[in-house]
């Protein structure tokens, strides 16, 4: 990644302007993951999602390469979304023609545009993060943390299938700071640790 894509200040991450000049500045084709490539979640993933024909919104997929891996590796039917059109506009020219059954929308994660129930499976890596910088005490986020990751979930749930739906979350963040956000009456969640010296953790919040 080049420096002079790093924000100034942490809490840039959480603006979507500091994304779209992030994506202007990147080359046409350039990709970046957050935490981990696919080959390191692959065997998560294909436990967690055993049917390939899935349908899966990938929340804030950004230019990771993660969404065309999956594909390759048979889940055709995902739709992307990320609130930067510039990152939108890139990857639907970079995949339209070689993974044409992939969608890609300029949408925001607080406020989705599809059908209750719409989805089998939602996967985010790294974006409910980007939500989190906002500065202040991390043991006692600030009201708009709260608020927008609140959003996130309970819009993550009303688009996912009653009873059989996944929610899927890749970060670094630890269940302390996390699983506020996670729990809820009506779902189960189960927390695991990937990794050696630092840890990553995979959330799976079942409906
Ligand atoms: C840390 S990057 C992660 C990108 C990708 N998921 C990965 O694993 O590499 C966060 C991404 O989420 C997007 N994003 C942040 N907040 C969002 C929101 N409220 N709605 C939609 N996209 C958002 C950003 O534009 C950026 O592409």
């Given at each position: 990644m080049a420096s002079d894509v790093l924000p100034q200040k942490n809490e840039e991450y959480g603006t979507k302007e500091y994304w779209d000049q992030r994506y202007t500045q990147e080359s046409d084709g350039a990709s970046f993951d957050w935490f981990k490539k696919y080959d390191e979640v692959a065997p998560f993933i294909r436990e967690a999602i055993p049917d390939k024909n899935a349908r899966i919104l990938m929340l804030?997929?950004?230019?990771?390469t993660l969404s065309e891996d999956m594909y390759d590796d048979g889940y055709k039917n995902i739709t992307n979304i990320d609130y930067s059109n510039v990152v939108i506009e890139q990857m639907k020219r970079k995949h339209?023609?070689?993974?044409?059954?992939m969608e890609w929308l300029e949408m925001d994660i607080r406020d989705l545009k599809f059908e209750d129930a719409s989805f089998d499976v939602a996967i985010d890596k790294g974006t409910m993060d980007a939500m989190m910088?906002?500065?202040?005490?991390v043991w006692d986020p600030p009201q708009q943390v709260i608020d927008d990751c609140t959003k996130e979930v309970d819009e993550v749930l009303r688009v996912l299938r009653k009873d059989e739906g996944l929610f899927l979350y890749l970060t670094f963040g630890q269940p302390h700071f996390r699983r506020r956000f996670l729990i809820r009456d009506d779902t189960t969640l189960e927390i695991k640790r990937i990794g050696e010296a630092f840890h990553y953790y995979f959330y799976i919040v079942r409906t």
């Open positions: 804030g997929c950004g230019n990771s339209q023609t070689t993974r044409p059954e910088t906002a500065k202040g005490d």
